[in-house]
Each structure stands twice: as C-alpha cells, then as structure tokens.
C-alpha cells in the first residue's frame, strides 16, 4: 500500500502520513468503468461453472478476499450467493424489514449465518429492494488483520484499520479513501508506533483527577467525546464515528465520576484485544461506590478480575496479548 492515504474531511481531500495522530470519501481515484466491466466478464464465467455442492470446489483460505474482488455493483441480488459457492463460502440472507436485503459471505457457517452473534471474518451484501434491488452496500472484515473495507455509490471505497486507531481526520471520520478493495487485500497492517491517547488518558487516571481534566485532555488532543453513553457512562474515542448510537467499530474509553466531578471508574475498551477476548482494563478509584475492587484490574471475560500494580503495567499486558 502507498505510503500514504488519501482522507476526506467535509469537503477537502488531504494526505496524510500512515502515521501518527492525524486527521479522516469520495469517488475512488482509479477507472472504476473498466475495472467494473472486466469483473463483470469475470463473473459470468464463473457462474456458468458454479457446482450443485457448496463449498467444495476452491480452497477457502484464498477464496474470501478473491470473493471480495470479484464483486462489483452489476451483480444482481439473485446471483451473488451463486458467485460466493463458487469461492466456497457459506452464505445467508435476511429481510432487514426496512427495504433491504443483506446478504452474509464467510468461510464459517457459524459466522455467516444471520441468525447467530459468532465473531470471525465476514464480507455483507446489501440490496435496496425499494430500487429495483440494486446494490447499495459492501462491508468486510478481515479479523486476522483486524481491518475493514466498505463501499458504497456515494462515497466510494473506504477501510478502517483498527491496529490504528489514531488515523483520523478533523471530522472524525474513521474512514479512510482507498482506490479499490485490491488495495484493501493487499494492505498489511502495522501496530503503531506513535502515542496512543487513549493508553494515555487511561495511564494518568488516579484517584485526584476530576471530570474537567479529563475533557481539558479530550479537547486539546482533539477526540471524540459524549456525555451520554449507553448507561450514562461519558465515552471519549479517536473518532466520533465509533461512540454514536450504531456507530462503528473502535477503540474507546468510559468513566464515571462522583458528584464533586471526581473520577471513579475509567474503562479502556482496546478494539483488536477486547473483540478477541472480551477483556478490557479498568480503574476503579477508591470512591467508586458500586465495588469493593480498587485500583488497575483486566476484567476478563467470564473469569475473575486480574488486579496490576499499576496502569501502566496493565496496558502492557493487554498491548502483549492483542495481536
């Protein structure tokens, strides 16, 4: 992937470094006619091959991303599930019950079913039913990576890359412009060596700090911030896309605090780690009301806290155990 990455921020396209704590769509800057036309021929040929079995026919660990590549806008709503047997996927489709169709592609029945919450890579079709069932939308994550791509007419093709949550624009946008979903399989993801604000934030919590220095941080470091979370937990975030009601994937941090705006609890929800493990860090001052636990503890997923002797220790462990 080049070096660097085109970002849109309201209506000026910049670059930005693949680096550091900056700021994150429009029409992708490649032909897409000849690019959609070639896949289109494509497509044909291998429908017409398409076996009776499913997923029995192409190596699996290849087919999802060549899957990926291979769908384009043309390719009607009854055809795509045809395409993604042919790559030896799973696939399942539902109603969304607002005018679409999303259809579900995985090389894993469990996450490719509807029905079911099973974490894993997966790439989502979606139609609008309302007209004449034209494509509207593509989303797919890759979990090895931990990234993920999106298109759509309007804005074309975008990826977030959640070993990056500092990739950013002035808007909050998480997502970044990329030419194509070739791109997107061809990118390969580093863990950043730049500042993490939000390790940071969590990292100088103590039992002294209050709610105007931690939005005194938010604000000069320019993340996202709202007040009301889902239990009326304050969120901070790179992006304002990731703590908005259905909003997307990403790293984040809650608190809580007493009313003399003195912080009692700070969460720090790291994206790659806790989505693998359902684990997270917290501190829980030594006024929280609702705990008798005090201090820096891994909270794991259906197992007993893990206290550390300090913040710093804490994030460590979970920055050893992410990828």
Not at 222 to 230: I, S, T, V
Not at 250 to 272: A, H, K, Q, R, V
Request: aromatic share 12%; hydrophobic share 30%.
């Amino acid at each position: 992937m080049r070096k660097e990455l085109i970002v849109l921020s309201a209506s000026i396209i910049v670059c930005i470094p693949l680096v550091g704590c900056s700021s994150s769509h429009s029409a992708p800057s490649q032909n897409e006619s000849s690019v959609l036309s070639d896949s289109a021929v494509d497509y044909e040929n291998s429908v017409s091959a398409v076996p009776d079995e499913t997923n029995n026919n192409t190596d699996p660990e290849s087919g999802f991303n060549e899957f990926l590549l291979r769908i384009n806008p043309d390719i009607e709503k009854n055809d795509i599930s045809k395409l993604a047997d042919s790559y030896g996927l799973y696939s399942d489709g539902k109603n969304n019950g607002t005018g679409h169709y999303t259809y579900r592609f995985s090389e894993d029945k469990e996450v490719a079913n509807v029905n079911k919450t099973a974490k894993g890579s997966v790439i989502t079709v979606t139609y609008n039913l309302l007209s004449n069932d034209e494509m509207e939308e593509i989303s797919y994550f890759d979990d090895s990576r931990m990234v993920a791509g999106f298109w759509n007419p309007d804005s074309g093709y975008t990826m977030i890359d959640y070993n990056n949550p500092q990739l950013v624009s002035d808007s909050h946008s998480s997502k970044l412009l990329i030419a194509s979903f070739s791109e997107l399989v061809d990118y390969v993801p580093e863990i950043s060596s730049t500042d993490n604000l939000l390790e940071e934030l969590f990292v100088s919590v103590s039992d002294s700090t209050t709610k105007n220095d931690v939005l005194d941080y938010v604000n000069s470091n320019n993340l996202a911030y709202d007040p009301r979370g889902k239990g009326n937990e304050q969120l901070i975030a790179y992006s304002a896309d990731v703590i908005k009601k259905f909003g997307e994937n990403g790293s984040y941090i809650t608190f809580d605090c007493d009313s003399n705006d003195l912080i009692t609890s700070m969460s720090y929800y790291e994206y790659p780690y806790n989505y693998r493990t359902g684990n997270l860090a917290v501190y829980y001052s030594s006024n929280y009301p609702y705990s008798d636990l005090e201090g820096y503890y891994l909270i794991q997923n259906k197992e007993e806290p893990i206290k550390f002797d300090s913040a710093r220790s804490l994030i460590d462990e979970v920055n050893s155990n992410r990828q």
